[in-house]
């Protein structure tokens, strides 16, 4: 291990990650090292890339009464959710797994919120039990089962409903969650309405409203626009007598994957806030839901070149990490960049590469037409890999799940052991 040199650059949509003497480190870690020692696919992030990127969140948020609660969905790891807990973020909780996970980590019930189209009975039983924070409404039968699960439970449950504001995010579709035809939030025109229900319900206590438009937003127009429906909204819903006690303004911030510019959260927090002061709701408790914008780039998967297989159309670099580990390309035609442990290390040519994994599926690939100059054996880096990855990973073709490591500085310790093959068939009966 090697301390970590000043003047090293860090790659694009990677900080904290950089060439040093012509190895790659993440902080003061060499990964060629972590490699070594814990196998491959593994999965290492940089403490200090997650604190810096919830930092830019919290100087944006200076002065305001604001909670970011952190989405967890995007990297669930223990490890992660005790390094944001501790630094003072709530969750996002979308299940009453993630529920559970969040306890585990330390999380104060008070300051996490529950998303979701599609919460249980036993899921809302126990989040009351808890005492979370808010629950994310998505729809008028959701808030009628909510407020009898309440009764039954004896206290109230505090509500914000998510409003679909029906602005484009311009982001992948699969991604993008604030127009009329996706299933999430209650339609801008409905909401009143839902409002007006939810107060007259005895067992709910109306105490925000929220919206989230989509993920990967690289713009900050779709999130000015939104703000403004949102504000619009508020405004009546206060005309009509019912206080909105919070603002939940969603997650989404997009990062760089390939050239993207998103704008820093910091920066964007400006822009937001002087809409929010210029309206009039300046004072108003403000709560954010940022998820792939305080993890993504702080991780990397590291995996191992297994064969190199020359072909007429396609040349195939076939590495022993794959879309059960990485699902993004295989689910968006995500791109995530892909570079070698040692710089300029190998003698071998560089040649175009679709580097694809070990799946039987012609949709197992993580990057397409990349140019490599890469032998068996070599070991390579998949770049911002620390959101929607390891999250989404599967067992599929019965391939236990990876490793994960967190540095900080130059030490760096497991935070997930490699699964076993026998993990994978505990309770099965044969
Ligand atoms: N809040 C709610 C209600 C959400 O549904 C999401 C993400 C977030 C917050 C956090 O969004 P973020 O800040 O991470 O963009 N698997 C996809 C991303 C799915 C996002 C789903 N919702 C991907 O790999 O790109």
Redesign the pocket.
């Known amino acids: 291990m090697t301390s970590p040199a000043a003047s090293a650059a860090p790659l694009p949509g990677a900080p904290f990650v950089c060439y040093q003497n012509g190895r790659l480190m993440v902080e003061g870690v060499a990964l060629s090292e972590l490699a070594r020692q814990h196998g491959t696919p593994l999965f290492v992030y940089s403490k200090a890339a997650i604190l810096a990127a919830l930092a830019a969140y919290q100087r944006g948020l200076a002065g305001r009464e604001a909670l970011i609660c952190y989405?967890m969905?995007?990297n669930s790891s223990l490890a992660i959710l005790k390094l944001l807990a501790d630094a003072g973020c709530g969750f996002?909780i979308?299940s009453g797994g993630e529920l559970e996970r969040a306890l585990a980590a330390g999380a104060t019930p008070s300051k996490i919120v529950f998303?979701g189209v599609g919460k249980t009975r036993a899921e809302m039983r126990r989040a009351l039990e808890a005492g979370v924070g808010c629950f994310?409404v998505e729809s008028r039968a959701e808030l009628d089962v909510l407020s009898e699960v309440a009764a039954a439970s004896g206290v109230r449950a505090p509500v914000s409903i998510r409003v679909n504001p029906n602005v484009d995010a311009r982001t992948?579709p699969y991604?993008s969650?604030g127009l009329k035809g996706n299933k999430f939030g209650i339609a801008h025109d409905e909401a009143l309405a839902a409002y007006r229900h939810a107060a007259g319900l005895p067992d709910l206590r109306v105490v925000g409203i929220d919206c989230?438009i989509g993920?990967?937003i690289t713009e900050s127009a779709p999130y000015l626009e939104a703000m403004d429906r949102v504000l619009d909204l508020v405004t009546q819903i206060e005309a009509a007598g019912i206080p909105i006690h919070h603002i939940d303004f969603?997650?989404?911030?997009g990062i760089d994957y390939n050239g993207d510019t998103p704008p820093a959260a910091d920066v964007l927090w400006q822009q937001l806030l002087g809409k929010l002061d210029a309206r009039g709701f300046g004072s108003r408790k403000i709560l954010i839901?940022?998820?792939?914008?305080l993890v993504g780039n702080a991780g990397v998967c590291l995996t191992e070149v297994l064969f190199l297989k020359p072909g007429e159309q396609k040349s195939f670099c076939i590495v022993d990490a794959a879309m059960n580990d990485l699902p993004?390309p295989a689910?968006?035609e995500?791109f995530h960049r892909i570079v070698p442990l040692a710089e300029a290390g190998s003698t071998a040519d560089a040649v175009t590469y679709d580097v694809v994994g070990p799946v039987c599926e012609s949709g197992d690939w993580l990057g397409r037409d990349r140019v490599l100059a890469v032998q068996q054996g070599d070991v390579l880096a998949v770049l911002s890999a620390g959101?929607?990855c390891m999250s989404?990973s599967s067992n599929y073709n019965t391939r236990p799940r990876a490793a994960e490591v967190l540095v900080d500085g130059v030490s760096a310790r497991v935070i997930r052991q490699r699964e076993s093959v026998q993990d994978l068939w505990r309770g099965e009966s044969p």
């Not at 969603?250 to 911030?253: E, F, I, N, S």
């Not at 839901?289 to 914008?293: F, H, L, M």
């Open positions: 989405a969905k995007a996002d979308v998303s994310n992948h991604i969650t989230h993920s990967q969603g997650g989404g911030l839901e940022p998820g792939r914008s993004r689910l968006y995500a959101a929607y989404m």
